[in-house]
């Protein structure tokens, strides 16, 4: 026995050795191991079988699915071998099915692979045979026929094969015998057949020892001790309607069958009762007999995913203690009562939405415990979602993309992944997964307008903020993170970004400087706005900025001109009627829109009662008629004022004769302080300058009347000669200019310059014009000359002389009023020896009758 148990263990390492067997079939790995081996390890080394490398498993995070919770193999990544991670008992987990086999998947990814792994377990002997009760008690009339059967109670080895039981032995053999029975499915059970009679009076009791053996090596038993006790007086046994009931039941049934035994004996012991026998075994608990009916119930919940068929043994007993013992066979079949189950291998939460069609998303596994056609699958997905679902082996779908995504439209998807059987009625799973677009730089930003018009006011604080331009982006995250930039482009020739500067941020336009309407109205620059994406987008927008004028700028008077020290002074007639326009203020402001509009009142003035002033037009006029009484000297100031917010302001000084001739007008605007200050060089400047303007003009004049002259004898000689041309004599533009009234139109300029020394007064005569200008200053001389041209045209030799006599008598005459005026002018200035230099201009007009005579004097 020693050696047996020696080479009983050598063959067991020999299994454990040898049994690491590979075998592929259809692309499936199906490795063999014993139970109970130690957890660490080796089932077989899988890069090596499936043609791996040991980076693709690193890289393709390789990982085990298996269809239940718990993983008794794992996978070393490290070193591309499946290892045992747990302790793995073939009998907890596949009971008596044969062969017993663990099923799992390896999945890869980057690209995604599926190998299916089967590993199978194999048996060892680690359990001996057990009986379930400790002593069988059996119940045996002395009239009991040699041949009756007595059922015993089998012995449960849950190894399976050669390690499961074999083989009972009784002892004693004096009375029994085992006889060996096998069920359906392979199973053996025994039962007991009485021999010899028995004989109560002899013995009443006797003890038997039931062994049970199995086939492992080393061998392993289990004893029970059987207690037969004779009872007396019951001739026949019951017997039963049919030796085996079949019976086919729904896995939701209820009602099993009703077993019938009749027993030939009366009264007492022909009543039969029924009950299970102590070999079926776990049935005992799924099902239910009544004992007088025989009506046999399902007591529990059948499973035909777990069991498909069972035996059950009945007896029937009467009371004398006989027995007779019958088989009911129950096939189960199958109903659709397990709905689909979904279960995620491998799932992508977030899918860029450039991803082209065909792109794998997700892969399920789907089970069903039932079988046929009611454990058949179909897998659907909504239409309305750009997915779809394809089939990549039995049992197992992927999920891809339809057709190309948009985030922008729609950034997340709820699909509903539908699992249905085939059974009638079908049953179906649904699934939600939840799938997230994510973003790619496909938008550029756009900005709510194409253009964009902004308003500052000039004079602005630099700094100040003066609009602000939004962009939006489709995209998320970065690649709708906008930053704002200024592009340079010239503005009045310079760099925007000396004018304007843009926040990065917020997109809010700054003022760098302070802006001058007056010097810049308008600029346009652009605004470019940037996502934050890789590569970023752009886009532009221009932005039109327009300064508003502010009243910064006090009106201008442009006329009548005043400089610093001098007087103007206009000349009124005191004939001057109602309306007389004695004067225009004319001014201007360089601002804009109401802050230039301008309007005119009197301010001062020496009678107001005189004179008024447009308001709109500037225009000085009489409000009366002028009379004697009136001053010769009035003095008006009039302001101009802006229509601005505040309004800004200037005032003019206009002093106005009111007088017919010079003599009264120098009398009352000569006396004047500062003029006492003049030296004696003035006088002798104004003075030499009277001599020279006189000397001219006697030159002139002896000029004129030569050249007339002459021209009068040729045309004398032209007309003695009988010539019948008509004569035109020639005028020099300069010296004639006759009107058809008769009236002389000249103005003679006289220019005195008079410095405090009188003896070295200077005086220019300059020629005839329409204006005559007499200025005196300290500062040297200037002779101001007007050109006057005229034409004079004749058609007989005594219209000629008549217009050449007429013309000498206005020039002499023209000359005497001029010296007149300057002979007087001179003794005044003579008196004046110590006064302070000053200018003098004198404007003297000359019109028909001498009517209007205009006098300023600028001090």
Not at 316 to 323: E, F, V
């Amino acid at each position: 026995e020693q050696l047996l148990n020696t080479s009983t263990d050598r063959s067991n390492e020999l299994l454990v050795i040898f049994s690491f067997v590979l075998v592929a079939v259809h692309g499936q790995i199906r490795y063999s191991i014993p139970e109970e081996m130690n957890k660490g390890s080796v089932v077989g080394n899988i890069v090596q079988d499936l043609g791996l490398d040991v980076k693709r498993l690193k890289s393709g995070r390789a990982r085990i699915f298996t269809e239940d919770s718990r993983e008794y193999i794992g996978l070393n990544v490290n070193k591309g071998t499946l290892v045992v991670r747990e302790r793995i008992d073939r009998e907890e987990l596949c009971a008596q099915v044969t062969p017993c086999s663990l099923h799992f998947q390896i999945i890869l990814e980057n690209p995604m692979e599926l190998h299916r792994i089967d590993v199978e377990i194999l048996d060892i002997n680690d359990h001996a045979p057990v009986f379930e009760t400790k002593e069988i008690n059996i119940d045996v009339s002395e009239q009991s026929l040699p041949g009756a059967r007595f059922s015993l109670e089998n012995a449960r080895d849950p190894d399976v094969g050669l390690n499961a039981m074999q083989r009972y032995t009784l002892i004693p053999t004096d009375h029994f015998t085992l006889k060996e029975l096998s069920r359906n499915d392979g199973t053996k059970y025994v039962e007991m057949v009485l021999q010899t009679p028995l004989d109560r009076e002899q013995q009443e009791e006797h003890k038997l020892i039931l062994t049970a053996f199995d086939g492992g090596s080393p061998q392993k038993s289990g004893t029970v001790q059987i207690t037969v006790v004779v009872i007396d007086a019951n001739d026949n046994p019951p017997v039963f309607s049919q030796p085996v009931y079949r019976v086919s039941l729904s896995e939701n049934g209820t009602y099993v069958a009703t077993v019938t035994a009749t027993d030939k004996d009366k009264g007492t012991n022909a009543q039969v009762t029924y009950s299970f026998s102590q070999s079926t075994g776990k049935s005992l608990n799924l099902f239910n007999i009544d004992s007088e009916t025989g009506d046999i119930t399902v007591n529990g919940d059948l499973d035909f995913e777990k069991s498909k068929h069972f035996q059950i043994n009945v007896e029937a007993s009467d009371k004398g203690g006989l027995t007779d013992s019958s088989k009911v066979v129950i096939e189960v079949t199958d109903m659709n009562d397990n709905a689909p189950v979904i279960n995620l291998i491998s799932f992508s939460q977030a899918i860029p939405e450039n991803s082209a069609p065909e792109t794998v998303i997700a892969m399920l596994n789907v089970k069903d415990l039932d079988s046929g056609k009611n454990g058949q699958v179909k897998c659907s997905i909504a239409r309305d979602a750009p997915f779809k679902i394809k089939s990549t082996s039995t049992n197992f779908f992927s999920v891809v993309t339809d057709q190309l995504l948009d985030r922008e439209k729609v950034s997340e998807y709820n699909i509903t992944i539908t699992a249905t059987d085939e059974g009638s009625p079908s049953l179906f799973t649904s699934k939600i997964l939840n799938i997230k677009i994510s973003d790619v730089n496909d938008n550029a930003p756009v900005f709510q307008r194409q253009s964009y018009t902004a308003y500052v006011t000039e004079n602005n604080t630099p700094g100040v903020s003066i609009f602000a331009v939004t962009a939006s982006d489709k995209d998320s995250g970065n690649n709708a993170r906008i930053s704002y930039f200024l592009e340079d482009v010239l503005v009045n020739g310079v760099s925007a970004s000396t004018y304007i500067s843009v926040h990065a941020e917020s997109g809010e336009i700054l003022a760098v400087r302070s802006f001058d309407y007056e010097q810049t109205k308008e600029f346009n620059i652009r605004v470019k706005a940037q996502d934050g994406g890789n590569p970023p987008l752009s886009s532009n927008v221009s932005v039109k900025i327009i300064i508003q004028d502010q009243n910064d700028n006090a009106p201008q008077v442009l006329y009548p001109v005043q400089t610093g020290g001098s007087v103007v002074a206009e000349m009124v007639p005191r004939s001057a009627d109602v309306g007389y326009l004695v004067s225009k203020v004319v001014a201007v402001d360089v601002d804009s829109g109401q802050n230039a509009w301008l309007s005119y009142k009197l301010q001062k003035a020496t009678d107001r009662a005189l004179f008024e002033v447009g308001a709109q037009n500037g225009e000085i006029r009489t409000v009366r008629q002028v009379t004697d009484k009136d001053a010769v000297k009035q003095k008006l100031t009039v302001v101009v004022e802006d229509n601005g917010q505040p309004s800004r302001s200037a005032t003019v000084n206009i002093n106005v004769a009111v007088a017919d001739s010079f003599p009264e007008v120098l009398s009352e605007f000569t006396d004047f302080t500062h003029i006492k200050d003049y030296n004696d060089n003035l006088t002798f400047y104004l003075v030499l300058a009277l001599a020279v303007v006189s000397f001219l003009f006697i030159v002139s004049t002896i000029a004129i009347l030569s050249v007339k002259c002459y021209r009068w004898r040729r045309e004398r000689m032209f007309y003695k000669s009988g010539a019948n041309l008509p004569v035109i004599p020639y005028y020099p533009p300069l010296y004639a200019d006759v009107g058809g009234t008769g009236t002389l139109q000249h103005v003679y300029n006289y220019e005195v310059c008079r410095t405090t020394d009188s003896r070295k007064s200077d005086l220019k005569y300059a020629r005839p014009s329409s204006e005559s200008i007499i200025s005196l200053d300290t500062s040297g001389t200037q002779t101001l000359t007007h050109a006057h041209r005229g034409n004079l045209t004749s058609d007989s030799e005594d219209k000629v002389r008549s217009e050449n006599s007429e013309t000498f008598m206005r020039a002499s005459h023209s000359a005497h009023v001029v010296s007149t005026a300057f002979s007087q002018l001179k003794t005044r200035l003579r008196e004046l020896d110590n006064s302070a230099p000053s200018t003098l201009t004198f404007n003297a007009y000359w019109v028909k009758g001498f009517t209007k005579k205009k006098i300023i004097i600028i001090k």
